[in-house]
């Protein structure tokens, strides 16, 4: 198994733009996780899914954060507009059912000039 | 929030034992332990979990004292590899939401 897969490993974008972030999980996980890390903040939970519905988005920062599942084997984040304190690592984990550990990508570093 | 307390850095000489302390005094009784650890720049791991009793596996051991208010994961021979920062989550069973904290800072010295 080729574990999660994040792409692309680094974008680097201006402000006002729309950036895509995507994420492939492993097959079979019915679940699937965004997180973002930064200095300050560390490791916050975004939203996650489960048999691609949303369960929880309560951790989107704004309304420009918005992330879709559209089946089993892909998900995107996507932000629009992208303003510099959206600057972070953007990780994607998938996991079985609970009591299983996550798996996660390798993750997006993101840079907004 | 984690609902869990770490110490931020720890030290270990390479071969010795790491323990890993992790405060979780208003653990649920449906709440598992769960540690993962972050080696710079990569996603982070999954090292173990558990509910009342030790586990090990080959990675670690975790142990949970009896009240569960506390628990330590053992990396029972430590190597440079090991020099990560290592966090204690607790989740609850049926939930499926990881939160971390600031976790331990572990550093293996040569």
């Known amino acids: 198994d080729a574990g999660v897969i994040q792409s692309p490993r680094h974008e680097v974008t201006e402000m006002g733009q729309e950036v895509t972030l995507r994420c492939k999980p492993i097959?079979?996980?019915?679940?699937l996780f965004w997180y973002r890390q930064t200095m300050m903040r560390g490791l916050e939970l975004l939203i996650y899914?489960?048999?691609?519905?949303?369960?929880?988005d309560s951790g989107m920062p704004e309304d420009r954060f918005s992330a879709k599942m559209p089946n089993a084997s892909f998900s995107t984040l996507k932000i629009q507009p992208s303003e510099p304190r959206d600057s972070a690592v953007y990780f994607c984990?998938?996991?079985?059912?609970?009591?299983?550990?996550?798996?996660f990508g390798s993750g997006t570093r993101l840079t907004v000039v | 929030d984690a609902k869990t307390t770490q110490p931020p850095s720890m030290d270990c000489a390479e071969g010795r034992a790491a323990n890993l302390p992790c405060n979780h005094s208003t653990i649920s009784g449906n709440e598992y332990v769960y540690w993962y650890r972050q080696i710079h720049s990569q996603g982070p791991q999954y090292i173990i979990h558990?509910?009342?009793n030790n586990e090990t596996n080959e990675m670690a051991s975790l142990i949970i004292t009896e009240d569960r208010k506390s628990s330590t994961l053992i990396l029972p021979h430590a190597t440079l590899r090991d020099t990560a920062v290592y966090y204690c989550?607790?989740?609850?069973?049926?939930?499926?939401?990881?939160?971390f904290g600031t976790g331990t800072r572990l550093t293996v010295i040569p």
């Open positions: 984990a998938s996991s079985l059912k609970t009591a299983y550990g996550y798996t």
């Open positions: 097959s079979g996980h019915d679940y």
């Open positions: 989550s607790l989740v609850g069973a049926g939930a499926n939401n990881l939160f």
């Open positions: 899914f489960n048999n691609n519905v949303p369960i929880d």
């Open positions: 558990g509910l009342k």
